[in-house]
């Protein structure tokens, strides 16, 4: 699985983008943020393979997850 993550979401961890990790079963956004340690998920819009997803959908190891901080307007 390939994850990008903004920048602005890695602070704090010593990871960079993008990170591939290989996932032996499909385990849930949540459960992957969680293995890398990420603290703040609730800041996150999270896309699979380019369509937006909640934290308890399931990811694959042939997914492509991005993770950007929540934008909005008004």
Same mark, same amino acid.
């Given at each position: 699985m390939?994850?990008?993550i903004s920048d602005v979401l890695l602070q704090g961890t010593?990871?960079?983008?993008?990170?591939q990790v290989? @996932?032996?079963a499909p385990i849930t956004i949540r459960e992957v943020m969680i293995e890398l340690g990420i603290q703040h998920m609730g800041y996150g819009t999270?896309?699979?393979n380019g369509q937006l997803k909640k934290l308890e959908? @399931?990811?694959?190891d042939q997914d492509t997850l991005m993770v950007l901080p929540i934008f909005g307007g008004g």
């Open positions: 390939v994850i990008e010593n990871l960079e983008s993008p990170i290989a @996932l032996p999270y896309f699979v959908d @399931l990811v694959e």
